[in-house]
C-alpha cells in the first residue's frame, strides 16, 4: 500500500504559514520574492538533474561531476520537485532581501550544495540553511528576522502541531527533542543564574523561528546523521553552539550559524555510527530506511 509521502504535509504546512504571515503576520513577506524563490529553486534543481543524466549518458558514472549512481540518476523520483520546492518556501519562511537577485542567488546555492557538497551518496548541508548563511555573507541586503512570529503562545501550538506530523511520519522526533531540551536546559540555568522571572525563560523558548528552525529545518532526514546516537549528539552540539553564540556573543540568528558550522560533523558521526540512509520511498513504511540514492532535501 502506498503511503502518503511526508514532504507532502510539509509542503502544505509551509505553504500555511506563508499565507498566514501575508495575511496577519509580516507585511515584509512579499508574494514577488516568494515566486522568485521558488521559481529559481525548481529550476536549479531541473536543470541540475537534467545535466547529470546528460553526463551520464556520454561519459562513466567515475567521471560524474556530481558522482552520482547511475541507478539513481534514471530511478523515476529522480525527477521530483518536492524538495526543491520544500527549499523555496523554506527560504521565503525565514530570509529577507532587498533585490530579486539576492534570492535568485540563495535559492541557486541551496540547491546547488545538494549536488556538489557532499561525501559518498549523502550531502550534509541543509539545502535552505546552506542558502540563507550564504547570502547573509555574500551580500549586504540579506537579513534573517528571528523575531518575525512574535512569541504568543498560539503561534508555538500551531507551530508544534503542524511539526510533529510530519516527525511522526518521518520519525526523527528524537533530533528536535535534544535540541530543545538541552537548549531549553541550558537557558534555564542561566534564568536561574541571573534571577530573572520565568517569562523571560518563556520568551526566549516561544520564538516563532525557533520552533520552525527545530520542527521543520533541523529534522531533513537526508542531510542529518543516519543513526539515532549520532543525531541525539549532533542535535546537543548545535544546541550548546546556539546558547553559546546567542548569549556570549550576542548573535541573533545564532541557530543558523550553529547548523552551518556543525554540518560537516554528520560525516563523522555516520563514520562512527553506521546506519542505512533515510529514503523518501512512498512503498516504505514511515519508519523504514533504505540506503538508495535519491534527489531530495531536506528541507529542505
Not at 101 to 121: H, R
Not at 137 to 160: C, E, I, K, T
Amino acid at each position: 500500500m502506498r503511503r502518503q509521502d511526508p514532504r507532502d504535509y510539509q509542503i502544505l504546512f509551509l505553504s500555511l504559514f506563508l499565507v498566514l504571515g501575508i495575511g496577519i503576520r509580516d507585511p515584509t513577506l512579499r508574494p514577488r520574492l516568494i515566486i522568485v524563490a521558488l521559481a529559481t529553486c525548481i529550476l536549479t534543481q531541473w536543470v541540475t538533474i537534467s545535466l547529470t543524466r546528460l553526463k551520464y549518458k556520454n561519459s562513466s558514472p567515475s567521471s560524474s561531476l556530481f558522482h552520482l549512481p547511475a541507478s539513481s540518476v534514471n530511478a523515476p523520483k529522480i525527477s521530483s520537485l518536492k524538495s526543491a520546492i520544500i527549499t523555496g518556501l523554506s527560504l521565503s519562511l525565514l530570509l529577507r532581501v532587498d533585490q530579486y537577485t539576492t534570492m535568485v542567488i540563495a535559492g541557486s546555492l541551496a540547491i546547488l550544495s545538494k549536488f556538489l557538497l557532499k561525501v559518498g551518496d549523502k550531502h550534509f548541508f541543509n539545502p535552505a540553511n546552506f542558502g540563507i548563511v550564504s547570502v547573509l555573507m555574500l551580500r549586504d541586503d540579506a537579513w534573517v528576522s528571528p523575531g518575525q512570529w512574535g512569541d504568543s503562545g498560539w503561534y508555538a501550538l500551531l507551530f508544534a502541531g503542524t511539526g510533529a506530523m510530519v516527525l511522526k511520519r518521518v520519525g526523527r522526533w528524537d533530533t528536535t527533542a535534544a535540541f530543545l531540551g538541552i537548549y531549553a536546559f541550558l537557558e534555564a540555568m542561566r534564568n536561574l543564574w541571573l534571577g530573572w522571572t520565568w517569562d523571560v525563560f518563556c520568551h526566549r523558548l516561544m520564538s516563532g523561528s525557533l520552533l520552525l528552525f527545530a520542527l521543520f529545518m533541523l529534522t531533513d532526514p537526508r542531510s542529518i546523521p543516519n543513526a539515532r546516537k549520532g543525531r541525539l549528539i549532533w542535535a546537543g552540539f548545535i544546541a550548546v553552539l546556539t546558547f553559546i553564540l546567542r548569549n556570549q556573543f550576542f548573535v541573533t540568528t545564532a541557530v543558523f550559524w550553529a547548523l552551518f558550522a556543525l554540518a560537516p560533523l554528520t560525516l563523522i558521526l555516520d563514520f562512527i555510527w553506521l546506519s542505512p540512509r533515510f529514503s523518501w520511498s512512498e512503498e516504505s513504511d514511515q519508519h523504514t530506511v533504505k540506503s538508495v540514492e535519491s534527489v531530495s532535501i531536506e528541507a529542505n
